[in-house]
């Protein structure tokens, strides 16, 4: 979670007592700083992705707790214990968030309520990335309502903007004394055009301009950098070519440290590029296809990224473990962590434990394993 550090001067009240005078000033009292951490851990979830059935969900959530409303907090539940143990947690909002009353629509023109944002602040979720092929499907209004209910609850924000001031102000925050960035960018638009003249409304993929923004976020005292990409090709576990090419143009510039994707609405394969890690694909977190659709579809995974201080700072990933979910559709649309479930003797025990060997295969399809990446295979709270 992202901590912020403050010194707190404790000053001792004046008066004219002669004996206080003669003992002189009291010495201000600083209060220790906490000690700069030589690690850092960074979780990252996929696509918060919601469809009309999933609204639903969350609408009988709310109801059965006699609130209005609705409430993902208990679909989301199976992964506030691997999120809240990161130093910071990265989310992905997919789509434009409101009205408060909807109507609230799915394909091919989403959007959610707007109290999916507060379910991923009190996740643990501390930044989030807006630009994806959905950004613009209620236009500049859908960004600008989006962006304000994210300040609302006071979750982070990049790729997306209100203003070219907002757009040129890289994403840079404190977490325990360490300064990370995250920017983010994304493919496509589904042929919506942005505004004229407003090009910095949303984040459209140029390396050039990745690569720019990188740099300002290195200026701006970013000693991490993170870009979280909505690429890639739907449906296809294997990382496509484009996404490899992109991957290694990013990683080789020094300003770049980590890249995390979305998009492919399944989980796709991490790999160790040089020094530095890319994961591919983290599949889609909250989702609710129709029954029926091929069981990969409700896949994910949820990261977390251990950097070490390798030169003053200078950082480095020295260790990835990848945390295997799965949003179980029945009898209530729940996020399953794979790990726990596996062994739990439930009578799914068995189905999430091949559920489980299968993410596995994804997340190692281009050789992350002997690259030293760990798939989760116990509680999140050992």
Same mark, same amino acid.
């Given at each position: 979670?992202?901590?912020?550090?403050?010194?707190?001067?404790?000053?001792?009240?004046?008066?004219?007592?002669?004996?206080?005078?003669?003992?002189?000033?009291?010495?201000? /009292?600083?209060? @220790?700083?906490?000690?700069? +951490?030589?690690? *850092?851990?960074? =979780? &990252? !979830?996929?696509?918060? %992705?919601?469809?009309?059935?999933?609204?639903?969900?969350?609408?009988?959530?709310?109801?059965?707790?006699?609130?209005?409303?609705?409430?993902?907090?208990?679909?989301?539940?199976?992964?506030?214990?691997?999120?809240?143990?990161?130093?910071?947690?990265?989310?992905?909002?997919?789509?434009?968030?409101?009205?408060?009353?909807?109507?609230? /629509?799915?394909? @091919?023109?989403?959007?959610? +309520?707007?109290? *999916?944002?507060? =379910? &991923? !602040?009190?996740?643990? %979720?501390?930044?989030?990335?807006?630009?994806?092929?959905?950004?613009?499907?209620?236009?500049?209004?859908?960004?600008?309502?989006?962006?304000?209910?994210?300040?609302?609850?006071?979750?982070?924000?990049?790729?997306?903007?209100?203003?070219?001031?907002?757009?040129?102000?890289?994403?840079?925050?404190?977490?325990?004394g360490v300064t990370v960035a995250q920017l983010s960018y994304t493919f496509s638009f589904n042929g919506i055009d942005r505004p004229p003249g407003q090009a910095w409304i949303a984040n459209l993929i140029d390396p050039k301009a990745i690569l720019a923004e990188a740099k300002r976020a290195r200026a701006a005292g970013a000693e991490i950098v993170i870009v979280s990409l909505h690429w890639g090709t739907e449906y296809q576990n294997e990382a496509d070519v484009g996404q490899v090419g992109l991957a290694g143009q990013l990683l080789a510039s020094p300003d770049v440290d980590l890249i995390i994707g979305m998009h492919a609405h399944v989980v796709q394969p991490f790999e160790k590029i040089g020094d530095k890690w890319v994961a591919y694909g983290l599949g889609n977190l909250l989702?609710?296809?129709?029954?029926?659709?091929?069981?990969?579809?409700?896949?994910?995974?949820?990261?977390?990224?251990?950097?070490?201080?390798?030169?003053?700072?200078?950082?480095?990933?020295?260790?990835?473990?990848?945390?295997?979910?799965?949003?179980?559709?029945?009898?209530?649309?729940?996020?399953?962590?794979?790990?726990?479930?596996?062994?739990?003797?439930?009578?799914?025990?068995?189905?999430?434990?091949?559920?489980?060997?299968?993410?596995?295969?994804?997340?190692?399809?281009?050789?992350?394993?002997?690259?030293?990446?760990?798939?989760?295979?116990?509680?999140?709270?050992?």
């Open positions: 979670m992202i901590v912020s550090i403050a010194l707190v001067l404790l000053l001792p009240a004046c008066g004219d007592d002669d004996e206080n005078d003669a003992a002189g000033p009291a010495t201000p /009292t600083v209060s @220790p700083s906490p000690a700069r +951490p030589t690690t *850092l851990t960074v =979780a &990252a !979830a996929g696509d918060l %992705f919601v469809q009309p059935e999933l609204v639903a969900q969350a609408q009988a959530d709310a109801r059965a707790a006699g609130e209005p409303g609705y409430d993902f907090g208990p679909i989301m539940a199976a992964i506030v214990p691997a999120i809240q143990a990161a130093d910071v947690a990265v989310c992905h909002v997919e789509q434009p968030l409101g009205p408060e009353r909807g109507p609230f /629509t799915g394909f @091919p023109i989403f959007n959610s +309520p707007v109290q *999916l944002a507060d =379910a &991923a !602040a009190r996740t643990g %979720f501390d930044t989030c990335s807006t630009a994806s092929n959905h950004t613009l499907d209620y236009g500049p209004a859908g960004v600008t309502r989006t962006l304000d209910h994210l300040d609302r609850v006071r979750l982070r924000h990049t790729g997306s903007a209100r203003s070219a001031k907002e757009a040129a102000t890289p994403n840079v925050f404190d977490v325990r989702v609710r296809f129709q029954d029926g659709s091929p069981e990969n579809t409700a896949d994910s995974v949820l990261p977390t990224f251990t950097f070490a201080e390798v030169a003053p700072r200078s950082w480095r990933v020295t260790g990835v473990e990848v945390r295997p979910i799965f949003m179980d559709y029945h009898p209530k649309a729940r996020l399953v962590d794979l790990a726990t479930a596996r062994t739990g003797g439930g009578p799914r025990a068995a189905d999430y434990g091949r559920i489980h060997k299968r993410i596995s295969g994804y997340v190692n399809m281009r050789g992350a394993a002997s690259a030293g990446l760990h798939i989760a295979d116990r509680p999140a709270t050992d």
